[in-house]
């Protein structure tokens, strides 16, 4: 655990993070509930900590993303939300297109009920919440427990004990789509903190017929490493389904093609996948 030396000077060394702690607390001073706006008009809150103000504030897009939203979704669009958390894109999606149907799984139980909660602040009617981890198979499985709720994950170990983790449902892609009867999807967004090749092997028939017009996808090496997989091994699935990575340019479309080497180089950023 951090000591108090070392959050205060995490806050000070950024800006971005200085402006975050002055809002959350004059807002508890003036004893009101935290708030972030989104784009599109939404708001985020029911926070429980700082940290979930924090990890909140830093999911809201940039204007590359929020192009490539206004883009993708308009009336009558399906889109799922995978890895959800607290709702950031979900409100977002939800209040840009109000006829679009959107599908937002959450696994925790707590984080859970805070998206709901957020959903239902927004009077969000086109919202389904799915209190499921979304992988490679349906049933129960492992989930890691941190002190950061952002960095919760999958746990690959079936054997893996102890009371930093828990069970919870899980389903994939492809048997959710035929259990609700959907043939295609015009969105999706993924965020699983490196279980991103799970959920792709969940989804092998709808891309595999490229069913998925669009995937936002997070792309983080050391948070694929720490479940046993990689850059090339992700660039592998979605490729084996005729699928490729590209940068988002500022506009909301393609930029450059990526190769697994490219994907090796990135920190940690959202991409795109389009089925050629």
Same mark, same amino acid.
Do not use: H
């Given at each position: $655990?951090?000591?108090?030396?070392?959050?205060?000077?995490? !806050?000070?060394?950024?800006? +971005?993070?200085?402006?975050?702690?002055?809002?959350?607390?004059?807002?508890?001073?003036?004893?009101?509930?935290?708030?972030?706006?989104?784009?599109?008009?939404?708001?985020?809150?029911?926070?429980?900590?700082?940290?979930?103000?924090? =990890?909140?504030? #830093?999911?809201? *897009?940039?204007? =590359?993303? %929020?192009?490539?939203?206004?883009?993708?979704?308009?009336?009558? #669009?399906?889109?799922?939300?995978? =890895?959800?958390? $607290?709702? !950031?894109?979900?409100?977002?999606?939800?209040k840009l297109a109000g006829k679009a149907v959107v599908y937002s799984f959450e696994p925790t139980s707590i984080t859970y009920e805070q998206l709901v909660l957020n959903i239902r602040e927004n009077h969000l009617k086109n919202v389904k919440?799915?209190?499921? @981890?979304? %992988?490679?198979?349906?049933?129960?499985?492992?989930?890691?427990?941190?002190?950061s709720p952002m960095e919760n994950k999958l746990e690959m170990n079936d054997f893996a004990e102890g009371p930093n983790f828990i069970e919870v449902d899980t389903t994939t892609i492809d048997?959710?789509?035929?259990?609700?009867?959907?043939?295609?999807?015009?969105?999706? /967004?993924?965020?699983?903190?490196?279980?991103? *090749?799970?959920?792709?092997?969940?989804?092998?028939?709808?891309?595999? +017929?490229? %069913?998925?017009?669009?995937?936002?996808?997070?792309?983080?090496?050391?948070?694929? @490493?720490?479940? /046993?997989?990689? *850059?090339?091994?992700?660039?592998?699935?979605?490729?084996?389904?005729?699928?490729?990575?590209?940068?988002?340019?500022?506009?909301?479309? *393609? =930029?450059?093609?990526?190769?697994?080497?490219?994907?090796?180089?990135?920190?940690?950023?959202? !991409?795109?996948?389009?089925?050629?």
């Open positions: $655990m951090a000591t108090l030396a070392e959050k205060i000077r995490w !806050v000070l060394t950024d800006r +971005e993070r200085r402006r975050s702690t002055l809002e959350w607390y004059g807002a508890k001073a003036l004893f009101r509930r935290p708030r972030l706006k989104l784009p599109f008009g939404g708001t985020i809150s029911y926070f429980k900590t700082y940290g979930q103000y924090w =990890g909140c504030r #830093s999911q809201i *897009p940039d204007r =590359g993303c %929020c192009a490539l939203l206004e883009r993708r979704i308009g009336i009558g #669009s399906t889109v799922i939300d995978v =890895g959800a958390y $607290m709702g !950031v894109f979900t409100v977002m999606i939800g919440t799915i209190n499921a @981890a979304v %992988c490679c198979r349906q049933g129960r499985m492992r989930f890691s427990i941190n002190d048997s959710f789509c035929k259990s609700q009867r959907i043939e295609r999807l015009d969105f999706a /967004k993924i965020d699983v903190e490196g279980a991103e *090749p799970q959920v792709l092997l969940g989804a092998r028939q709808m891309m595999g +017929e490229r %069913c998925i017009e669009c995937i936002l996808i997070e792309v983080c090496p050391d948070n694929l @490493a720490s479940l /046993k997989s990689s *850059p090339e091994e992700l660039f592998s699935i979605a490729d084996s389904y005729g699928y490729d990575f590209f940068a988002l340019t500022n506009d909301g479309t *393609p =930029g450059q093609r990526l190769t697994a080497r490219d994907l090796r180089q990135i920190t940690i950023d959202n !991409v795109l996948l389009m089925p050629r």
